[in-house]
């Protein structure tokens, strides 16, 4: 095993050149401390995220951990697969700070940091919510858009906003708002959302007045103000009668960052060359997604993209192609990227000239060996059955077997008599029932077992907080301190302009 000292990394990483660093602990373990460039590749799902996020078996990876020897792991399992150039940091997380180095804590860091840079470099305007409040009451014509996924919508948002995510906004906002006397007001939940959102406007160059909320839900309840839940409001389907401003529009921005476009088949001939990591993400939401795809392209929405790139790119210098059915999505998300910096980043004009794939993007993962299953109806007429259960933490809590036990692979407790296990997505179902001897798998999961109308228990302090190593849990999340956390992640989101510029390894507009 091969390992690398803080200060050689910092030196590959001021170097430049395809570098990609793995964390290997679980996503709540990651967050509460680890490099800037690192990306969450947690041992529990290994098989499932490794060769998405290495495209390129020669690229050179470091595996990172908070000294549990996680890492060590994750760089003997990379090696096994074919990884020719895999070190470990040695030392660790703890090791890079001794040597003075900065930690983050958090996740998406990049992303949210970059979002502030953006605040700082373009002078997005932003509201407070009392101003924002004075604005519904003086019925002035605007309309509040909410750049989150659905399913974070849905939890909260401010009275009266529409759903549209940040991918989209540039590609809708003509038939959303025809009007350019009408003030458009984009939220998240905190902060970088809200901005980026309402800079791609601006950048596009929508003529209204545009403006961010600032610190959006929470900031809104914090302020004493009421947030809506369980709303569904969202733009219309389909291709928007506007496609063709938007298309005016995200054509400047994307020429202005250097966005570079190629043909689909200058694109598959990338994907084919293995001298060069290469990532190709179809930015579009899920359902066009699924309806036909370049094959060998995976799905990451736009906003999503932009603001969460550890979750789709590892690997610094790498070349990031991005597609959509008409540009427009493509090359919002391309421009910023360009911003971002890193990276050489493509958009393919042709996307749907030639054969398509259809349906979900699902990772590549041999190891994955079908472990015997059992329906939900024969499980719950068993007794002395252990149900495993490795959902995340939080949504565990939501709604579960009774009965059952939450786990994370690799770290399920022994237990007395058969076991059971299930999982949202069954290929991490079957991977850790070949761990349990004679474990068998839920057909279905626990949809299937709430779809045959059997009951669900729910427990908000099951797990507790200080459990939930699987998930860095947000202010929202928490069981306590809800109000001191909401306060801590808006400075922590502020304040990583400095720490950014303390570390000294971001990039930001220096394409």
Request: net charge negative.
């Given at each position: 095993?091969?390992?690398?000292?803080?200060?050689?990394?910092?030196?590959?990483?001021?170097?430049?050149?395809?570098?990609?660093?793995?964390?290997?602990?679980?996503?709540?373990?990651?967050?509460?401390?680890?490099?800037?460039?690192?990306?969450?590749?947690?041992?529990?799902?290994?098989?499932?995220?490794?060769?998405?996020?290495?495209?390129?078996?020669?690229?050179?990876?470091?595996?990172?951990?908070?000294?549990?020897?996680?890492?060590?792991?994750?760089?003997?399992?990379?090696?096994?697969?074919?990884?020719?150039?895999?070190?470990?940091?040695?030392?660790?997380?703890?090791?890079?700070?001794?040597?003075?180095?900065?930690?983050?804590?958090?996740?998406?860091?990049?992303?949210?940091?970059?979002?502030?840079?953006?605040?700082?470099?373009?002078?997005?305007?932003?509201?407070?919510?009392?101003?924002?409040?004075?604005?519904?009451?003086?019925?002035?014509?605007?309309?509040?858009?909410?750049?989150?996924?659905?399913?974070?919508?849905?939890?909260?948002?401010?009275?009266?906003?529409?759903?549209?995510?940040?991918?989209?906004?540039?590609?809708?906002?003509?038939?959303?708002?025809?009007?350019?006397?009408?003030?458009?007001?984009?939220?998240?939940?905190?902060?970088?959302?809200?901005?980026?959102?309402?800079?791609?406007?601006?950048?596009?160059?929508?003529?209204?007045?545009?403006?961010?909320?600032?610190?959006?839900?929470?900031?809104?309840?914090?302020?004493g103000f009421t947030v809506e839940r369980g709303q569904t409001r969202s733009y219309a389907p389909g291709t928007p009668k506007s496609a063709g401003l938007a298309l005016q529009r995200a054509t400047a921005f994307a020429a202005e960052n250097g966005v570079?476009?190629?043909?689909?088949?200058?694109?598959?001939?990338?994907?084919?060359?293995?001298?060069?990591?290469?990532?190709?993400?179809?930015?579009?939401?899920?359902?066009?997604?699924?309806?036909?795809?370049?094959?060998?392209?995976?799905?990451?929405?736009?906003?999503?993209?932009?603001?969460?790139?550890?979750?789709?790119?590892?690997?610094?210098?790498?070349?990031?192609?991005?597609?959509?059915?008409?540009?427009?999505?493509?090359?919002?998300?391309?421009?910023?990227?360009?911003?971002?910096?890193?990276?050489?980043?493509?958009?393919?004009?042709?996307?749907?000239?030639?054969?398509?794939?259809?349906?979900?993007?699902?990772?590549?993962?041999?190891?994955?060996?079908?472990?015997?299953?059992?329906?939900?109806?024969?499980?719950?007429?068993?007794?002395?059955?252990?149900?495993?259960?490795?959902?995340?933490?939080?949504?565990?809590?939501?709604?579960?077997?009774?009965?059952?036990?939450?786990?994370?692979?690799?770290?399920?407790?022994?237990?007395?008599?058969?076991?059971?296990?299930?999982?949202?997505?069954?290929?991490?179902?079957?991977?850790?029932?070949?761990?349990?001897?004679?474990?068998?798998?839920?057909?279905?999961?626990?949809?299937?077992?709430?779809?045959?109308?059997?009951?669900?228990?729910?427990?908000?302090?099951?797990?507790?907080?200080?459990?939930?190593?699987?998930?860095?849990?947000?202010?929202?999340?928490?069981?306590?301190?809800?109000?001191?956390?909401?306060?801590?992640?808006?400075?922590?989101?502020?304040?990583?302009?400095?720490?950014?510029?303390?570390?000294?390894?971001?990039?930001?507009?220096?394409?």
């Amino acid at each position: 095993m091969r390992f690398v000292t803080s200060a050689d990394l910092k030196a590959w990483i001021s170097r430049g050149g395809e570098l990609a660093i793995l964390d290997a602990r679980e996503e709540g373990e990651f967050g509460h401390g680890h490099l800037f460039w690192a990306v969450p590749c947690p041992l529990s799902k290994k098989e499932l995220r490794a060769r998405a996020l290495l495209p390129r078996r020669a690229t050179r990876v470091v595996c990172v951990d908070g000294g549990e020897g996680h890492a060590a792991k994750l760089a003997e399992y990379l090696t096994s697969i074919g990884y020719a150039d895999v070190h470990v940091l040695k030392g660790g997380t703890p090791a890079w700070k001794a040597a003075g180095h900065v930690v983050f804590t958090g996740v998406h860091v990049p992303s949210k940091a970059f979002g502030e840079w953006v605040e700082h470099h373009y002078g997005t305007e932003s509201v407070d919510p009392p101003e924002l409040q004075a604005m519904v009451d003086s019925g002035r014509p605007m309309v509040i858009l909410d750049s989150r996924p659905m399913d974070e919508y849905v939890k909260m948002t401010i009275p009266g906003a529409v759903n549209v995510p940040g991918g989209e906004l540039a590609y809708r906002i003509g038939d959303l708002v025809p009007d350019a006397e009408t003030t458009i007001v984009v939220n998240c939940a905190g902060r970088t959302r809200s901005i980026m959102g309402a800079e791609s406007l601006r950048r596009a160059g929508v003529p209204n007045r545009i403006v961010a909320l600032r610190n959006g839900t929470m900031g809104w309840e914090l302020a004493g103000f009421t947030v809506e839940r369980g709303q569904t409001r969202s733009y219309a389907p389909g291709t928007p009668k506007s496609a063709g401003l938007a298309l005016q529009r995200a054509t400047a921005f994307a020429a202005e960052n250097g966005v570079k476009l190629i043909s689909r088949a200058a694109a598959e001939a990338m994907l084919a060359d293995d001298s060069r990591t290469t990532y190709a993400l179809d930015v579009r939401a899920a359902e066009e997604y699924a309806a036909g795809h370049i094959p060998g392209f995976r799905h990451a929405p736009g906003g999503q993209l932009v603001q969460a790139t550890d979750q789709w790119i590892a690997v610094r210098g790498a070349r990031v192609i991005l597609a959509d059915d008409d540009t427009v999505r493509a090359r919002m998300s391309a421009a910023w990227l360009r911003q971002m910096g890193g990276w050489e980043v493509y958009v393919v004009q042709d996307t749907l000239k030639g054969a398509l794939a259809t349906g979900p993007w699902k990772p590549e993962a041999p190891e994955v060996k079908l472990a015997p299953a059992i329906t939900s109806q024969a499980l719950a007429a068993e007794t002395g059955v252990t149900v495993v259960d490795l959902t995340r933490s939080i949504d565990f809590r939501a709604g579960h077997i009774p009965g059952s036990v939450w786990a994370v692979r690799g770290r399920i407790p022994k237990t007395d008599g058969p076991v059971v296990v299930t999982a949202p997505d069954p290929m991490v179902a079957h991977l850790a029932a070949a761990e349990v001897p004679g474990a068998r798998v839920l057909e279905g999961g626990v949809a299937a077992w709430k779809a045959a109308g059997l009951p669900v228990a729910a427990d908000r302090q099951t797990p507790p907080d200080e459990a939930c190593v699987d998930w860095y849990l947000r202010p929202y999340d928490r069981n306590s301190g809800v109000e001191a956390a909401m306060h801590a992640y808006l400075s922590w989101e502020i304040d990583l302009v400095h720490e950014v510029e303390r570390d000294g390894d971001s990039r930001f507009g220096a394409w």
